[in-house]
């Protein structure tokens, strides 16, 4: 059982970062796989995201890929997600993920077992 909570979203303007974090709890947070998802109002949820056990191999959506950064301090159980240069379009709940599986191409819901509630970013124009 792993329990995810997000924290560092907020009110941001175009242009500018925010760096979020996710805080796992479990003694084996170093055996899950990481990553972001986000869902804007009346989207169906997106990935954004995923990292493997070590850090080693990341992924991206093609709509952050260069903006977003994701990468894990696993003796501190904690995953980031640092934004730069964001838009108003990254407007959303981004939630936390974890899974025993880590697949370049694992972009779907489904794929990840254990979820944060969430928190919220917006962007501003």
């Known amino acids: 059982q792993v329990q995810l909570v997000e924290s560092g979203g907020g009110l941001v303007q175009a242009g500018g970062s925010l760096r979020l974090s996710c805080a796992a709890s479990g003694r084996t947070f170093s055996s899950y796989a990481m990553g972001w998802f986000r869902q804007a109002p009346g989207k169906e949820r997106e990935f954004v995201a995923a990292l493997s056990w070590s850090g080693g191999i990341m992924n991206y959506a093609a709509s952050v890929k260069g903006r977003f950064t994701i990468s894990r301090d696993n003796a501190k159980n904690t995953v980031y997600l640092q934004m730069n240069s964001l838009k108003p379009e990254d407007t959303a709940v981004y939630h936390c993920?974890?899974?025993?599986?880590?697949?370049?191409?694992?972009?779907?819901?489904?794929?990840?077992?254990?979820w944060g509630q969430g928190t919220q970013v917006t962007v501003s124009s």
């Open positions: 993920v974890a899974d025993p599986v880590f697949r370049v191409g694992r972009m779907n819901p489904h794929d990840y077992t254990y």
